[in-house]
C-alpha cells in the first residue's frame, strides 16, 4: 500500500519522537515527512513539509502544543491540515485550549500502537477522536457549569441532525453512528456536513463543542 498519510511528530524528548516515528513509518499507509521538538519548530516544520496529521505533544517549553496548534490552523496554507495532540495529561484547561485552538482530537501518551495508528487514520479522514478518559472529563466539566449558562436552543437543526450531533459528541465514529441510528455512512456524512454548515463550525471538533454548549452531551 502506498503512503497516502503524512505525519510530523512534535514531542520535546527525542527518545519518544524516535518511537512514535517507528510505529507511525511501520505502517503502510502511513509516512513521517518531520519532526520537532518544540512548537516553534512545529509551525515552522508544518509550513516545510505539509503534514496531513500533526501528532502533537501539549507540554513543551516555549511556545506550548496548544499556541503552536492555533498557529497551524491558523494558517490558510495549511487549511489541509490536522491536529491530534499526544498528551499525558486529562486536564480540562489544555483539553478545553487545544480545542478551541483547533485540534481535531486526543489521544493518551499510554495508547499502544495499534490506537495510535488508528488515531491517525480517524483524524486524517475528518473525524474527532477523543479518548475516552479525556472525553469524560469534558462532559463533566460542561455539565459542572451554570445551567443558566449552557444554550439549549438549535435554531434550524433538524431531529436527526440533533441525534447525530448527540452522537459525535459521545466520541462515536461515522460506522457506529450509522449503526446505532440505522442509516447508511453516506447519510451520516450528510448530517455531519449539514451541521457544519448551521452552526457555523470549522470542523468535527468544534461540533462537540456545540453539542456540550447546548446541553446536548452527557444528559
Do not use: C, W
Not at 459542572?144 to 440533533?162: G, H, K, M, N, W
Amino acid at each position: 500500500m502506498t503512503a497516502s498519510v503524512r505525519v510530523l511528530v512534535v514531542d520535546d524528548q527525542a527518545l519518544l519522537r524516535h518511537s512514535l516515528r517507528l510505529i507511525v513509518d511501520g505502517a503502510d499507509d502511513l509516512a513521517v515527512v518531520g519532526e520537532a521538538a518544540t512548537g516553534e519548530e512545529a509551525v515552522v516544520e508544518a509550513r516545510t513539509s505539509r503534514p496531513d496529521v500533526v501528532l502533537m505533544d501539549l507540554r513543551m517549553p516555549g511556545v506550548d502544543g496548544i499556541e503552536a496548534t492555533r498557529r497551524i490552523r491558523a494558517d490558510p496554507d495549511l487549511d489541509g491540515t490536522r491536529v491530534l495532540v499526544l498528551s499525558m495529561f486529562e486536564l480540562d484547561e489544555y483539553v478545553s485550549g487545544a480545542l478551541r485552538a483547533g485540534a481535531s482530537g486526543f489521544v493518551l501518551k499510554d495508547s499502544g500502537p495499534a490506537q495510535l495508528v488508528d488515531a491517525i487514520r480517524r483524524t486524517h479522514d475528518g473525524e474527532s477522536l477523543f479518548a475516552p478518559a479525556i472525553l469524560a472529563r469534558i462532559v463533566g466539566h460542561y455539565l459542572d457549569r451554570p445551567a443558566a449558562s449552557i444554550q439549549r436552543d438549535l435554531p434550524a437543526v433538524t431531529t436527526r441532525e440533533t441525534e447525530v450531533l448527540t452522537l459525535v459528541a459521545r466520541g462515536l465514529s461515522n460506522d457506529e453512528i450509522a449503526a446505532e441510528l440505522t442509516i447508511s455512512i453516506k447519510t451520516v456524512k450528510t448530517h455531519i456536513g449539514s451541521l457544519l454548515s448551521k452552526l457555523g463550525a470549522r470542523d468535527r471538533a468544534q461540533l462537540v463543542i456545540a453539542a456540550y454548549e447546548h446541553g446536548l452531551a452527557g444528559g
